[in-house]
């Protein structure tokens, strides 16, 4: 089973500001990652996949690079909308999916 | 646009069972992989079950094979999830999930809660 961790916990950011997240993987996972955000009371909502590429409607702002172990989702520029839960997700072991635990963005 | 609505959430006793129903509608249903997520009450993301988009075969989370049953209604567009022999620790909002090739998620439901409390 890959086991993702995330990292850190918590990130505290002002608006405007960019936030860097990250991720890791137990063993390689190539660039079958994803990253959601979730917002209190809402499900989740795909911001990232192939590691780098943008699901549609998802703003430029956000940004993911990574391959292997090693991932990062980068928001520049920081909305009052984008404080929320970020979780990042390994497809590369179908259909063993995992998530990792997850990154809260709230304001500093 | 993509519509995934749960039903069926509720609080039932523990060793009880329970079924969740999701309508789908604005896709194509019979052409995805669907996949139930769940989330225990301040925690993260776990996926419990799959079916392909032709209903041929399933695949379990380990904490909840041999108790819950994946299947769906392509004739009616509806993913079902069978429920037996509940726990507490099964306490959780499920969310219904459309699957891009059945690798990431690419539109959710809302969720429906699930309490197993006596």
């Known amino acids: 089973e890959i086991v993702m961790t995330q990292s850190p916990a918590t990130l505290s950011v002002s608006p405007g500001e960019s936030a860097t997240l990250s991720c890791r993987a137990s063993?390689?996972?190539?660039?079958?990652l994803a990253w959601y955000q979730q917002k209190p009371g809402q499900a989740p909502r795909l911001l990232i996949y192939?590691?780098?590429t943008r699901a549609t409607g998802i703003p430029a702002r956000f940004s993911g690079s990574g391959s292997g172990t090693e991932f990062t989702l980068t928001i520049s520029s920081l909305q009052s909308e984008d404080f929320a839960v970020y979780y990042c997700q390994q497809y590369k072991e179908w259909p063993l999916l995992s998530f990792g635990p997850g990154t809260k963005v709230d304001i500093k | 646009q993509v519509q995934l609505v749960e039903s069926g959430g509720g609080v039932v006793q523990p060793g009880r069972s329970l079924r969740l129903s999701c309508a789908a509608s604005?896709?194509?249903?019979?052409?995805?992989?669907m996949y139930w997520v769940r989330q225990a009450p301040g925690k993260g993301l776990e996926w419990v079950a799959v079916?392909?988009?032709?209903?041929?075969?399933?695949y379990y989370g380990d904490s909840v094979k041999g108790r819950f049953t994946i299947s769906r209604d392509n004739s009616n567009n509806t993913l079902y999830l069978q429920m037996h022999s509940l726990r507490g620790e099964d306490t959780a909002v499920y969310y219904c999930?459309?699957?891009?090739?059945?690798?990431?998620?690419?539109?959710w439901g809302q969720g429906t809660l699930v309490t197993v409390s006596s």
């Open positions: 079916i392909p988009y032709d209903g041929s075969n399933e």
């Open positions: 604005g896709f194509t249903f019979s052409r995805y992989a």
């Open positions: 999930a459309r699957s891009h090739l059945a690798l990431y998620f690419d539109s």
């Open positions: 063993q390689s996972v190539t660039i079958n």
């Open positions: 192939g590691a780098a």
